[in-house]
T-cell receptor, first 114, second 116 residues
Framework: NAGVTQTPKFRVLKTGQSMTLLCAQDMNHEYMYWYRQDPGMGLRLIHYSVGEGTTAKGEVPDGYNVSRLKKQNFLLGLESAAPSQTSVYFC?????????????FGPGTRLTVT | AQKITQTQPGMFVQEKEAVTLDCTYDTSDQSYGLFWYKQPSSGEMIFLIYQGSYDEQNATEGRYSLNFQKARKSANLVISASQLGDSAMYFCAMRVPPDSWGKFQFGAGTQVVVTP
């Protein structure tokens, strides 16, 4: 049971380049989330999904797009990377079951945009 | 709008002592959940403890306990008998259903350094 995995772990992009971050979970969770973490600001929600084929904007969605074609995968895309998108990106998932909606996090992706 | 505040950016604690990390929240909803996560220097987010707004007793998980004071809207984390491995960033988070779809609001975090 791998939990939540993220690919890649590290990436360096030049301004204007595009990339896709992949998140996969094997817990059959309904909900999935993408966060970014910047120093002194905690985690901020970029986009989230409440089920296959559905996505919604979070707190800081500009410059990002997402897709959830399969329940277990949640993709985060940067169409034209900017230095302001240098950050650590975390994917998380949670379930309706259990009541707490505890979020399980992936290991993170460290992205640097030069 | 909901808000989570952690007023302690960093603190030092001696090994084997207890430490309290402050967290206050603001919501007008009656039903909500409060969480604490630990982030060591390796970067992963580790779930520590959960408290539901209707839970009458404070949550405990091993050396972690959550001091829940509903009227004061505070959810402080207490770590008893600190260990060197407790050195990490600690985040408080809140979830407010039903429209939030499990979304969390995170505080800015508190950096804890445990010294021998």
């Amino acid at each position: 049971n791998a939990g939540v995995t993220q690919t890649p772990k590290f990436r360096v992009l030049k301004t204007g380049q595009s990339m896709t971050l992949l998140c996969a979970q094997d817990m059959n969770h309904e909900y999935m989330y993408w966060y970014r973490q910047d120093p002194g600001m905690g985690l901020r929600l970029i986009h989230y999904s409440v089920g296959e084929g559905t996505t919604a904007k979070g707190e800081v969605p500009d410059g990002y797009n997402v897709s959830r074609l399969k329940k277990q995968n949640f993709l985060l895309g940067l169409e034209s990377a900017a230095p302001s998108q240098t950050s650590v990106y975390f994917c998380a998932s949670s379930s309706l079951a259990g009541g707490s909606y505890e979020q399980y996090f992936g290991p993170g992706t460290r992205l640097t945009v030069t | 709008a909901q808000k989570i505040t952690q007023t302690q950016p960093g603190m030092f604690v001696q090994e084997k002592e207890a430490v309290t990390l402050d967290c206050t929240y603001d919501t007008s909803d009656q039903s909500y959940g409060l969480f604490w996560y630990k982030q060591p220097s390796s970067g992963e987010m580790i779930f520590l403890i959960y408290q539901g707004s209707y839970d009458e007793q404070n949550a405990t998980e091993g050396r972690y306990s959550l001091n829940f004071q509903k009227a004061r809207k505070s959810a402080n984390l207490v770590i008893s008998a600190s260990q060197l491995g407790d050195s990490a960033m600690y985040f408080c988070a809140m979830r407010v259903p039903p429209d939030s779809w499990g979304k969390f609001q995170f505080g800015a975090g508190t950096q804890v350094v445990v010294t021998p």
